[in-house]
C-alpha cells in the first residue's frame, strides 16, 4: 500500500476479522509455507490456515502472499517447474478471476491446471477441502 501511496497508484485494502496461528507475510511476493512435489497450493490474504488445513497430509508446496499486487510471478513459477506435477490451487478472497489471470500469465508457457475455488468454498473449510483434495490427488 505505500508503494501505491507513493506511487499516485490505488490500493486495494482488504480488512478480515480472521487471524493466522503464526505471523505471516512480513515481505513481498509468495512466502513458501510448506514444501511438497505433487502440486502448489497458493493461499492469499486470510486463507493460509484453511489453505494448510484443506492440504494436511497431502505432498504439496503451499506458498503465502498477504495480496496478489503486485504479483510476484517468480515464486509460483519457481514451485511449479519444481513440482512432479503442474496443478495449481489458487484460493483467496475477492473475485478469483483476478488473481488466477496473473497466474495464468505467469505460467503461460507451463502445461498446467488451475482450481480456483469460489470465494464462498474458502469459508466452508469441509468445501474447500474436498474440493482440493480431489483436485490434486
Do not use: C, N, T
Given at each position: 500500500m505505500l508503494s501505491a501511496v507513493r506511487d499516485g497508484e490505488r490500493a486495494y485494502v482488504h480488512v478480515s476479522a480472521g487471524?493466522?496461528?503464526e505471523?505471516?507475510?512480513g515481505g513481498q511476493g509468495f512466502e513458501r509455507v510448506r514444501e511438497g512435489l505433487g502440486g502448489v497450493a497458493?493461499?492469499?490474504g486470510a486463507t493460509p490456515d484453511p489453505?494448510?488445513?484443506a492440504t494436511a497430509?497431502?505432498?504439496v508446496t503451499v506458498l503465502y502472499a498477504t495480496t496478489v499486487r503486485p504479483f510476484d510471478?517468480?515464486?509460483p513459477r519457481t514451485a511449479?517447474?519444481?513440482a512432479d506435477r503442474a496443478d495449481v490451487v489458487l484460493v483467496g478472497p475477492g473475485r478469483p478471476g483476478i488473481a488466477a489471470g496473473h497466474v495464468a500469465e505467469t505460467l503461460v508457457h507451463v502445461p498446467h491446471r488451475l482450481l480456483?475455488?469460489?470465494a464462498a468454498d474458502t469459508h466452508d473449510e469441509p468445501a474447500l477441502g474436498r474440493a482440493v483434495r480431489e483436485f490434486l490427488t
Open positions: 487471524s493466522h496461528a505471523p505471516r507475510g497458493l493461499a492469499v489453505v494448510l488445513r497430509g497431502l505432498d510471478e517468480i515464486g511449479v517447474l519444481a480456483v475455488p469460489g
